[in-house]
């Protein structure tokens, strides 16, 4: 009976899931590719994707794939211009007034890049979309996809619960 016990532990152990690490609403990251910048960021549930403050930002074609250049939008940025080839195009769709009848939608074109970010201790590569976000308290917003490759949960009481990025 014990054997049967112990056997049955082994099979359903992969089924358990490792607990998710509890992050506040905003935490600290780093960017690795983009000069190291440390950034304050937003972790949102309610967004899908990331999203990068970046200003002058323009597509291109080098070698028969899509690119972007672009400068980082926050306040204490510097003038430097990064390049990322785009992993996607993503069109994000935003109501102009919801209390509108006519429920008119705008639909935003966003080039995406994959991006290695580094919150606590934690490296991982995830998509995030590029645009302006200089009129925002935060210039790095962390979606639920981003979420989930970081294994995170968050607790909207807490604040800045990871050490600083060192990865």
Known sequence: MKSLLALFALVALPVMAAEPTLYGRYEYIALPEIGGEVLKAKMDT???????SAKDIETFTRDGDDWVRFRLGTKDASNKVYEHKVARISKIKSRSDEEDEGESTEVAKRPVVDLELCLGN??????????????????????????????????????????????
């Open 46 to 52: 309610g967004a899908l994707t990331a999203s990068l």
């Open 122 to 167: 934690v490296k991982r590569t995830v998509e995030v979309n590029l645009t302006d976000r200089s009129n925002f308290n935060y210039p790095l917003l962390i979606g639920a996809k981003a979420l989930r490759e970081f294994g995170a949960a968050v607790n909207p009481a807490r604040r800045f619960t990871a050490d600083k990025p060192d990865c």
